[in-house]
């Protein structure tokens, strides 16, 4: 069965500094795909991204960049100069190419950026 | 703005009541997913339709059904309603109900069960 471990419950920086989100899973399966999800105050869930699994390259969008490593089942996520509207809760997701289509969700990373 | 529109947005109720909650999935998808979020079990899976049927079902209890109709949106129904079903209920839509696919989540519904 597959499982996602974000072992950060709470983390709380200074704004400007940079932060990184611990994603670990485990699947049996060979095609799978990573996701990060964030949850702002309001409550609404986005999408920040999706990753293959056949795709190691990590990704760059603006401040934020993923680093993927099939070898340690890990997909960080790295937030670089926080700012206070990244405030949220964050949620590192697998989905599987065979009967496991829907979406199992780590229990989320709190992050506080303080002024 | 994902697209997907779900409503109540809020949902206060007694128990032993029954309540529908109510999807619209974005533009040209086939796939809705519902969710639940609660402060003692995180999201869950619930279940997934695609273009009408059923198409995966996880931790859904035997109180909860749900449905998706020819236009493709889908409702949610909570019966027997109990303390413990409080909780943010997220729609999710997709493309085509692949694992591939990214799942885009609606503003939820909060249910609260007094």
């Known amino acids: 069965a597959q499982k996602v471990t974000q072992a950060q419950t709470e983390i709380s920086v200074v704004e400007k500094e940079d932060v990184t989100l611990d994603c670990v899973y485990e699947t049996r399966d060979t095609t799978y795909y990573l996701f990060w999800y964030k949850q702002p105050p309001s409550g609404e869930l986005v999408f920040l991204i999706r990753r293959n699994s056949f795709d190691e390259q990590n990704e760059i969008s603006g401040r934020y960049s993923w680093n993927f490593q099939k070898s340690t089942s890990s997909f960080n996520f790295t937030i670089t100069a926080s700012q206070v509207v990244d405030s949220a809760v964050y949620f590192c997701a697998l989905s599987e190419a065979g009967s496991a289509r829907q979406l199992t969700f780590g229990s989320g990373t709190q992050l506080t950026v303080l002024p | 703005d994902s697209g997907v529109t779900q409503t109540p947005k809020h949902l206060i109720t007694a128990t032993g009541q029954r309540v529908t909650l109510r999807c619209s999935p974005r533009s040209g998808d086939l796939s809705v997913y519902w969710y639940q979020q609660s402060l003692d079990q995180g999201l869950q899976f619930l279940i997934q339709y695609y273009n009408g049927e059923e198409r995966a079902k996880g931790n859904i209890l035997e109180r909860f059904s749900a449905q998706q109709f020819p236009d493709l949106h889908s409702e949610l129904n909570l019966s027997s309603l109990e303390l413990g079903d409080s909780a943010l209920y997220f729609c999710?839509?997709?493309?085509?109900?692949?694992?591939?696919?990214?799942?885009?989540f609606g503003p939820g519904t909060r249910l609260t069960v007094l």
């Open positions: 999710a839509s997709s493309a085509s109900g692949r694992g591939a696919d990214t799942q885009y």
